[in-house]
């Protein structure tokens, strides 16, 4: 087999592996996440996702697939992605919930938009890769951290995606009930 293709089929099984090692230790935070996010819709709050970066295209996912579906019809929840401290200053309001993302270490103004979340009484989600470093000090109680154990950006990336969509279906499945097989 060609050099090259065997590259590709590495990047298949890496992802793969972390996937499947990582399912029984990110239920639980995931769980708890869809927890607090139902506690905000359910009282007419607001989700706000923020991502620095690459990031930042997993923000804009997550809040359309909120607002316009996942995988069944339902009416659309509130959910924007924003960029950063300013907008969840001017926008967040006590109860709602911000979804920090971030595959790298975080960025300043990712720490900088929880810090401002956690002044607007708001839940923080952190959502990050092994290197939280700066923002694990900053979470409450209350606050839940999603953590890919993984040091590559692409197979964090790659874990926050399935994250999403975890949220996603679980928040249906909870607003919805069991989906009639079809």
Known sequence: ????????????????????????????????AVQALLGCITAGGKLMLCGIGPAAALAQHGAALMVGRFERERPGLAALAVGGETEVQALGAPGDVLLAISTASPAPALLAAVQAAQAKEMTVVALTGRDAAGLLERLSETDVHIAVPHERAARIHEAHTLVLHCLCDAVDLQLLGEQEPT
């Open 1 to 32: 087999m060609p050099m090259l293709e065997q590259r590709i089929q590495q990047q298949f099984f890496e992802s793969a592996d972390l996937l499947s090692q990582t399912a029984e230790a990110l239920s639980k935070p995931i769980a708890d």
